[in-house]
């Protein structure tokens, strides 16, 4: 059964930076992709980033290009992400989660994956 932990949320002034990860187990990594995810109260789930584990590709939304960035460790069993310059616009409830790489590819849309992680908080504000 994959299971998927996140953690290192929190209170962050407005530029300043957090960096995620979200600690997976149950799986084979090499078939899986990752994507974070967000959720703000009151607004639908979005995607923030996506990676494929057996080859390290990704895809961001374009609200956080250039100033997000998702990679993993040398095994492939914790996804990070590192937000920099973050903007109030951030802040909500930090998701991973993890899909077959040939069910899902590498999207940023929550509806391609499966297996959820249960959150972490990130709050932008001064």
């Known amino acids: 059964q994959v299971q998927l932990v996140e953690s290192g949320g929190g209170l962050v002034q407005p530029g300043g930076s957090l960096r995620l990860s979200c600690a997976a187990s149950?799986?084979?990594?090499?078939?899986?992709?990752i994507g974070w995810f967000r959720q703000a109260p009151g607004k639908e789930r979005e995607g923030v980033s996506c990676?494929?584990?057996?080859?390290?590709?990704?895809q961001y939304a374009d609200s956080v290009k250039g100033r997000f960035t998702i990679s993993t460790d040398n095994y492939k069993n914790t996804v990070f992400l590192q937000m920099n310059r973050l903007k109030p616009e951030d802040t909500g409830v930090y998701y991973c989660a993890t899909e077959l790489f040939r069910v899902t590819g590498c999207k940023v849309e929550a509806g391609a994956y499966g297996n959820w992680g249960q959150g972490t908080q990130v709050t932008v504000s001064s």
């Open positions: 990676i494929v584990l057996n080859d390290g590709r990704t």
């Open positions: 149950g799986f084979t990594p090499g078939y899986y992709a």
